[in-house]
C-alpha cells in the first residue's frame, strides 16, 4: 500500500470515526470520550462542517485553527523550555562540582545565576503546559470529544499557512463595509509576516550560538557566564520564532474569516 493511498484511508477512518462519535453523543447529549489525538486542520472542518448544532461554521472553523495553532506554537515552545531546563541542571551540577573541588573560576555567585535562570525556566514549563491544556479542553469542547495531557498533533511537520498575491488581490471584491477592516488585517498579516521571516533567520544563528557554549562548557573551556547568556538568548530567541509563526497563522485565518463573512453576507 503506497504512501497516498494510507493518508487517504486515514482520514477517511478519522472522519468516518469522528462523524459517528459525535451522532452516537449527540443521541445521549454528552461528551464521554477520551481522544488520544489531536485531529489535523481538515478533518476538524470536516466534523465541523458534519455537525448540526454548530450554527456559524465560519467562526468555528476560525476557532479550531485558531486552537489547533495555539496547541502547536505551544508545544513547540514547551519543547524548547524542557531542552532549556536540561542544560540548566547539567550546568549547576558541574557548576556545584568545580566549587566544590575548589576551582577559582566559580563562584557561588555563578551558581546563583544559574539556579535563577532554572527557576525562570520552570516557570516557563508550568505556564505553556497550562496554555496547552486550557487550548485542548477549548478546542476539545468545540469538536466534541475529550483529549487527554499527552494527546498531542500527530503529524510533526510545522505548518504555515500561505497569503499569497491572489489572497491579496481579493480584498477589493469584498463588502465596502468589509474593506476597511481587511485593509487593517492586511497590514497586520504584512508584519507578522516580516516578524516571522526575521525570527526564522535567528533561529538558526542562535542555536548555532548555544551549541558552541555548551560544548566550550563540557570541555571546561567555557565558562558559565557566557552559558547562562546563551541560553537565555536561545530560549527567547526559539520560543520568539513559534510566537511569530502563531501570530503570522492567526492574522491569515482571520481574514479568511473576514473573507468567509463578507461571501455569507451578499
Known amino acids: 500500500m503506497n504512501a497516498f493511498l494510507k493518508k487517504v484511508l486515514k482520514s477517511f477512518y478519522l472522519v468516518f470515526f469522528f462523524s459517528s462519535f459525535l451522532l452516537s453523543t449527540e443521541a445521549r ?8 489525538f489531536i485531529p489535523d486542520l481538515k478533518e476538524c472542518r470536516n466534523i465541523i462542517n458534519a455537525n448540526q448544532n454548530i450554527l456559524d461554521k465560519g467562526e468555528a472553523i476560525f476557532a479550531a485553527k485558531n486552537y489547533f495553532f495555539q496547541i502547536q506554537s505551544k508545544a513547540e515552545q514547551l519543547n524548547i523550555s524542557k531542552e532549556v531546563r536540561t542544560h540548566f541542571e547539567t550546568a549547576i551540577e558541574k557548576a556545584e562540582q ?3 573541588e575548589g576551582e577559582e573560576d566559580v563562584s557561588q555567585s555563578d551558581i546563583t545565576k544559574l539556579k535563577l535562570g532554572l527557576a525562570g525556566t520552570l516557570n516557563d514549563i508550568y505556564e505553556l503546559t497550562e496554555e496547552i491544556q486550557i487550548a485542548k479542553l477549548s478546542l476539545g469542547h468545540l469538536l466534541g470529544v475529550m483529549f487527554t495531557e499527552k494527546s498531542s498533533i500527530q503529524d510533526d ?4 499557512l500561505e497569503f499569497s498575491s491572489q489572497n491579496r488581490d481579493d480584498i477589493g471584491s469584498l463588502k465596502s463595509e468589509n474593506q476597511l477592516e481587511a485593509e487593517k488585517q492586511l497590514a497586520h498579516i ?9 525570527a526564522k533567520k535567528n533561529r538558526k544563528i542562535t542555536r548555532s ?3 558552541t557554549e555548551v560544548a566550550n562548557y563540557d570541555f571546561g573551556i567555557g565558562n558559565s557566564g557566557d552559558l547562562f547568556e546563551a541560553l537565555i538568548i536561545y530560549t527567547r530567541v526559539l520560543r520568539g520564532y513559534y510566537q511569530a509563526m502563531y501570530d503570522f497563522n492567526h492574522s491569515v485565518i482571520k481574514m479568511e474569516l473576514l473573507r468567509f463573512k463578507s461571501k455569507s453576507s451578499q
Open 29 to 36: 447529549g454528552e461528551v464521554d470520550s477520551v481522544f488520544p
Open 209 to 211: 550560538l548555544l551549541v
Open 98 to 100: 568545580k566549587y566544590d
Open 157 to 160: 511537520k510545522m505548518i504555515v
Open 190 to 198: 504584512f508584519k507578522a509576516e516580516k516578524v516571522f521571516k526575521l
